[in-house]
């Protein structure tokens, strides 16, 4: 399952640690095996913060940033007008399986799963100090990965040792026992690692109690454990670590604002201070024609007067017609930028705990916050009363609210039911099939114990 090159890499790389300007070895050795790797403290944390970098540079750029893009694609967030051959598939909902993006997001998924087994065995059998925050930081990365394998395709192999031999050719494993794991990885870890941020040298960029229990607010709502999920949000949201920012002062993605629980630190490349600005920023600021607009559909569900209108949409007037672009990204050319890619915020916890309480029958509970969230957008307080009013007026503020973040959207239209609803407006989608990208091709021919999706 897991293919030759993209196993021999992923040991140089995890063994090697070889990014200098994330973390320090002394003397890296090509030599070097996992046992020597996992024995000492400080190499064994330089294999944990290779995973982030890992994310940074296959997942959070090459990888997860143009999976996302097409999520945005699919669902009613960006249209394109790039008139690029590579997206007509997307849009029309007649996505490949030979399709790159496909193959390539599938593969890095697992290469950071592997990363993540790798640390997870290399200091079970260890007695340092940082054993159990190791074992935690890597136990979240994986239920977080398999959570975005299984939300994009579905049931998906189970890998959970980095045994070559057990690996390649496991078959597909039900989402709902992937599910399983995903939560007794993410308990796991929220008891072992650190409350704050001292191991990230005071940054928010490695996992801490409350990125888990955020993340575990998410997994509980998808999983319609509306009580657990309301506890986890609960926790996060009362800790009083955190606060929403000022969005007409304080970019949402800004490195440490108040409002970030977990982001990724930024990697420079091609000039570009993180590599997913690329998919959501303002072509035409840089000079660039109109390439991937905002759905108008989505800009209409704006009041004129939301902040979020003014501070994360850009404007722009192509002769008497008006359009606009994704901007919650506000810097784009910058080898120093002060923007890092945000995973988890705030905002979405006091949206998962109103969905959460309106689901519980607490009705009040969810309208004071869904009001939290539209005051600071500058809107006044939701007409909703009833749970079906909220439900919906829940949906259209995390639409507002996390549009083009996370696969936020297109993954809430599929796990509440109204995929159909919303999205059968476009022409050649099909519920039955398009909810589902398809297993790669590669991975099809590789393992025969694979089965395709319908419809592929």
């Not at 999920?229 to 609960?234: G, L, Q, T, V």
């Not at 409002?259 to 690329?278: D, H, K, N």
């Not at 979405?348 to 939290?372: H, K, S, T």
């Not at 696969?407 to 022409?427: P, Y």
């Amino acid at each position: 399952m897991l293919n030759n090159r993209c196993i021999i890499y992923t040991l140089f790389a995890l063994l090697i640690c070889s990014c200098e300007d994330f973390v320090e070895i002394d003397s890296p050795s090509f030599q070097l095996t996992a046992e020597q790797v996992f024995n000492d403290q400080s190499s064994a944390d330089g294999a944990v913060r290779e995973m982030y970098r890992y994310y940074m540079s296959a997942l959070g750029g090459r990888a997860d940033g143009p999976a996302m893009h097409y999520s945005t694609l699919q669902s009613d967030e960006l249209l394109d007008f790039a008139n690029n051959v590579s997206y007509i598939p997307i849009e029309n909902y007649e996505i490949l399986s030979e399709d790159f993006i496909v193959d390539l997001s599938w593969a890095a998924f697992y290469a950071l799963i592997y990363r993540a087994n790798a640390v997870i065995e290399g200091v079970s059998n260890k007695d340092y100090a940082k054993k159990g925050q190791f074992d935690g930081e890597a136990r979240f990365l994986r239920a977080w990965t398999y959570f975005k394998l299984i939300n994009l395709f579905g049931n998906v192999p189970l890998v959970t040792s980095t045994s070559v031999d057990e690996n390649i050719y496991l078959p597909r494993t039900d989402s709902q026992a992937i599910y399983e794991l995903i939560i007794s990885d993410l308990e796991i870890a929220f008891t072992n690692v650190p409350e704050d941020y001292l191991h990230a040298e005071g940054e928010k960029i490695r996992v801490n109690k409350w990125a888990v229990a955020a993340l575990l607010a998410r997994v509980y709502l998808y999983q319609r454990d509306w009580t657990a999920a309301e506890s986890y949000a609960s926790m996060v949201i009362n800790s009083t670590k955190f606060n929403l920012v000022d969005i007409s002062t304080t970019p949402i993605f800004s490195k440490n604002n108040g409002e970030a629980i977990l982001q990724f630190s930024p990697e420079v490349r091609y000039g570009m201070g993180t590599y997913r600005v690329s998919y959501f920023y303002p072509y035409t600021i840089l000079g660039a024609s109109l390439r991937f607009p905002i759905d108008p559909v989505l800009v209409a569900k704006f009041d004129d007067n939301d902040l979020r209108k003014a501070n994360w949409f850009h404007r722009v007037v192509t002769g008497n017609l008006t359009f606009y672009e994704p901007y919650k990204f506000k810097e784009y050319l910058s080898t120093n930028t002060s923007e890092a890619v945000t995973t988890l915020r705030l905002g979405e916890q006091f949206l998962i705990r109103a969905e959460a309480r309106a689901e519980l029958g607490d009705l009040i509970g969810a309208q004071a916050d869904l009001n939290v969230i539209r005051s600071r957008a500058a809107l006044a307080a939701t007409s909703a009363t009833t749970q079906t009013e909220l439900r919906l007026a829940i949906e259209d503020e995390r639409y507002r609210e996390l549009h083009t973040e996370e696969f936020h959207r297109w993954f809430d239209l599929k796990r509440t039911g109204r995929a159909e609803a919303i999205l059968g407006r476009h022409i050649g989608f099909d519920p039955a099939v398009d909810l589902l990208w398809p297993i790669p091709a590669m991975e099809m021919g590789r393992n025969p114990n694979l089965t395709q999706n319908p419809g592929y």
